[in-house]
């Protein structure tokens, strides 16, 4: 009996990964953007023409790049406004830590008491002083309330000063986001946009990002504010 040849282990070929694919939609038809590489050299994006023919040019990617910086430099927040509102979110910080503090404080005082009326009730109850029909009744409102403090408890222990600090963190990205970007490679920087949005559409001229929350909400005060103006008259990228 004649044997078939082993097949040969043929190393696979690994699907080669495009710094801004995935993040990119066609505005002409709602495709997906996907991108090729030309003269093993060249990187192209363009809309994946599925429903049809699309308008959308070839972007090279060093182009494509470009524009989506832009992105960044519409979040940008001014220095001096940065400032302000750090200041803002660490004095809601300290109010709140003050304010948690005092809760916590009443609810341990009130603990204490209600854990002090058991104990004292369950020794009446074992010295006679009362009914164990009034013991039940009594404890079984006072276990109640014992577990609701508890579980106050539990909730003000949850309670972080975090999500201060991540506000701070985000604003100081959003201040900084546009100066990273033009210093880092392609992967580098699209790594930056995917925390900031969460999908570009792009045609020929513009760009239509849609950022991630809290984002969106910079983006919408830095158009209302005039930041951007304020930012290109009178800021200088710096290498911190």
Same mark, same amino acid.
């Given at each position: 009996? *004649?044997? +078939?040849?082993?097949?040969? +282990?043929?190393?696979?070929?690994?699907?080669?990964?495009?710094?801004?694919?995935?993040?990119?939609?066609?505005a002409y038809d709602d495709c997906r953007g996907?991108?090729?590489?030309?003269?093993?050299?060249?990187?192209?994006?363009?809309?994946?023409?599925?429903? *049809?023919?699309?308008?959308?040019?070839?972007?090279?990617?060093?182009? !494509?790049?470009?524009?989506?910086? @832009?992105?960044?430099?519409?979040?940008?927040?001014? =220095?001096? /406004?940065?400032?302000? #509102?750090?200041?803002?979110?660490?004095?809601?910080?300290?109010?709140?830590?003050?304010?948690?503090?005092?809760? *916590?404080?009443?609810?341990?005082?009130?603990?204490?008491?209600?854990?002090?009326?058991?104990?004292?009730?369950?020794?009446? $109850?074992? =010295?006679?002083?009362?009914? $164990?029909?009034?013991?039940?009744?009594?404890?079984?409102?006072?276990?109640?309330?014992?577990?609701?403090? #508890?579980?106050?408890?539990?909730?003000? @222990? @949850?309670?972080? %000063?975090?999500?201060?600090? =991540?506000?701070?963190?985000?604003?100081? !990205? &959003?201040?900084?986001?546009?100066? #990273?970007? /033009? $210093?880092?490679? %392609?992967?580098?920087? &699209? $790594?930056?946009?995917?925390? /900031? !949005?969460?999908?570009?559409?792009?045609?020929?001229?513009?760009?239509?990002?849609?950022?991630?929350?809290?984002?969106? #909400?910079?983006?919408?005060?830095?158009?209302?504010?005039?930041?951007?103006?304020?930012?290109?008259?009178?800021?200088? %990228?710096?290498?911190?």
């Amino acid at each position: 009996m *004649r044997l +078939n040849p082993l097949p040969l +282990n043929r190393p696979k070929q690994l699907k080669r990964r495009f710094a801004f694919g995935g993040l990119l939609q066609c505005a002409y038809d709602d495709c997906r953007g996907t991108a090729e590489l030309k003269k093993n050299r060249y990187t192209y994006y363009h809309c994946t023409g599925y429903r *049809r023919k699309c308008a959308l040019p070839y972007m090279p990617e060093k182009e !494509l790049g470009d524009r989506l910086g @832009q992105i960044l430099k519409d979040i940008h927040i001014p =220095d001096d /406004v940065l400032a302000k #509102l750090e200041s803002s979110l660490r004095n809601d910080q300290n109010r709140i830590e003050a304010q948690t503090k005092a809760e *916590r404080d009443h609810l341990t005082q009130r603990l204490a008491q209600v854990r002090g009326r058991i104990e004292r009730a369950y020794l009446d $109850k074992l =010295d006679g002083k009362i009914t $164990k029909e009034f013991w039940l009744a009594r404890s079984e409102t006072w276990n109640r309330e014992e577990q609701q403090i #508890l579980m106050a408890l539990e909730g003000l @222990q @949850q309670h972080s %000063p975090d999500r201060i600090l =991540d506000g701070v963190r985000i604003l100081e !990205l &959003a201040n900084k986001a546009y100066f #990273l970007y /033009v $210093k880092q490679s %392609p992967s580098e920087q &699209a $790594k930056l946009l995917r925390i /900031v !949005l969460s999908n570009c559409k792009v045609d020929a001229t513009a760009l239509y990002p849609t950022y991630r929350k809290p984002f969106d #909400l910079i983006f919408e005060r830095t158009k209302k504010a005039g930041w951007r103006a304020r930012r290109e008259s009178n800021s200088r %990228p710096s290498d911190s």
